[in-house]
C-alpha cells in the first residue's frame, strides 16, 4: 500500500484494517465476558474514538450505553500539554459500571485530567479500554485495563485518529515516515 500525505508530512501504512478488526472483536468478546449480567456505560472520548467505539459497539452482545465527551490536548503531532474540555460528561456515572473508551494513551495527561475531573463521584467500577497504548511515552501513572494494541512512540494517523483534522476517514493505520518530511 502507498504511503499517504497530509498537510506537509508523509505516513506510511502500519496496522491493516483486518488486524484492527480482529482486535476490535477480541475486545467486544472480553467485555461481553467480563459484563456478561451488567449494562456498562461507555464513556468515549472524542474525537479520536468514533471509528474504535462505533465498530466496538457492533459486537457488543450485552446491554450497554454509550456516551460522549471531548477532551483535547493535541495541536500539530505534539502534545501541548494543555487538556480542553470541549464536550464535558452529561451522564450520572454514580453507580454504574464505566469503560471510558480512548483511541490512544500517549503521555497519559488526557486521561489522568478526566479521572481528575471525574474523581468526586462514584462509579461501582471504573476500567479503561484503549486502541492504541504508547507504553514509552506514558509518563502518568495508569491503569489500562484493555489494550488492543502496544506501540512505539511515533506519530499515527487513521482509524478516527488524525494530523491537524485529516486522517480520520482511513480505514487503517497509518505512521508517520520520519525520513520523508517536508
Ligand atoms: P496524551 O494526553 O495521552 O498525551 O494524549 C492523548 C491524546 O493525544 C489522544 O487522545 C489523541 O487524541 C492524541 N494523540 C496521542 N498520540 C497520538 C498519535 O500518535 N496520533 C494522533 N493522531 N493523535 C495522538
Ligand atoms: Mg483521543
Known amino acids: 500500500m502507498a504511503p499517504v500525505k497530509f498537510h506537509d508530512k508523509y505516513f506510511v501504512p502500519y496496522i491493516s484494517s483486518a488486524e484492527i478488526q480482529e482486535k476490535v472483536v477480541e475486545l467486544a468478546r472480553r467485555l461481553n465476558e467480563d459484563y456478561k449480567g451488567k449494562r456498562p456505560l461507555f464513556i468515549s472520548v472524542l474525537n479520536g474514538s468514533f471509528m474504535f467505539t462505533a465498530d466496538l459497539f457492533k459486537y457488543l452482545t450485552i ?10 490536548s493535541y495541536k500539530g503531532t505534539k502534545s501541548s500539554g494543555q487538556i480542553l474540555t ?4 452529561d451522564t450520572d456515572i454514580n453507580n454504574r459500571d464505566i469503560v471510558i473508551l480512548e483511541d ?9 485530567e478526566f479521572l481528575r475531573q471525574i474523581n468526586h463521584q462514584q462509579p461501582t467500577s471504573l476500567k479503561i479500554a484503549v486502541l492504541l497504548h504508547k507504553p ?5 501513572p495508569l491503569t489500562i485495563d484493555y489494550t488492543c494494541f502496544s506501540i512505539p512512540d511515533k506519530f499515527v494517523v487513521g482509524y478516527g485518529l ?5 486522517g480520520r476517514n482511513l480505514s487503517q493505520l497509518y505512521q508517520l515516515d520520519e525520513d520523508n518530511e517536508d
Do not use: H, P, R, S
Open 63 to 72: 446491554e450497554a450505553e454509550v456516551c460522549f465527551i471531548k477532551l483535547a
Open 86 to 89: 470541549a464536550i464535558g460528561l
Open 104 to 112: 490512544i494513551i500517549d503521555t497519559g495527561k488526557t486521561m489522568t
Open 136 to 140: 514509552t511515552a506514558t509518563a502518568y
Open 162 to 166: 488524525d494530523y491537524d483534522g485529516l
